[in-house]
C-alpha cells in the first residue's frame, strides 16, 4: 500500500510540474504576441480561436495575473507534497549507505527540496 501511494504522490507531482508548465507557457505566450499582429490576423482568418486570444490579449494584466496565481500555486503545492514524498524515499537510501540515523533526515530533507526544485524549475518553468 505505501508503494501505491508513494507512486500516486509522485505522479501527483508529475502533473502539477505540468500544469506549471501550462501556465508558463500561457503567459509566455501571450506576453510575446504583439497587438496588430493578433487585430491583422483577427481580420484575416476570422476564426472562433483568433477571437479568442484577441479578448485574452485584450485583458493582458488580468490573463497575466491569472496565470502567476497558477504558477504561485501549482509550485507551492508541488513542495508541500514533493518534499516528505521525496525525502521518504531517499531516507532509506542514505541509511543503506552509511549514513547515521540522526543526520539521515537532516540529509534527505536537503536532498528531496533540492530534487524537487531542480524538477519543477526544469520542466515546470
Known amino acids: 500500500m505505501e508503494i501505491l501511494l508513494a507512486v500516486l504522490g509522485l505522479v501527483f507531482v508529475g502533473v502539477l510540474t505540468l500544469g506549471t508548465g501550462l501556465a508558463v507557457a500561457a503567459e509566455f505566450s501571450l506576453t510575446s504576441l504583439e497587438r496588430s499582429t493578433v487585430d491583422a490576423h483577427v481580420h484575416a482568418v476570422g476564426d472562433r480561436r483568433a477571437r479568442?486570444?484577441?479578448?485574452?490579449?485584450?485583458?493582458?494584466?488580468?490573463?497575466l495575473s491569472g496565470a502567476q496565481v497558477a504558477i504561485t500555486l501549482t509550485t507551492l503545492v508541488t513542495g508541500y507534497v514533493a518534499e516528505p514524498l521525496i525525502g521518504e524515499l531517499i531516507r532509506p537510501v542514505l541509511l543503506a549507505v552509511g549514513v547515521p540515523v540522526s543526520a539521515a533526515g537532516a540529509v534527505s530533507l536537503a536532498l528531496a527540496i533540492l530534487l524537487a526544485t531542480t524538477l519543477s524549475m526544469v520542466f515546470g518553468e
Do not use: G
Open 52 to 63: 479568442a486570444v484577441q479578448r485574452a490579449h485584450r485583458s493582458l494584466s488580468f490573463q
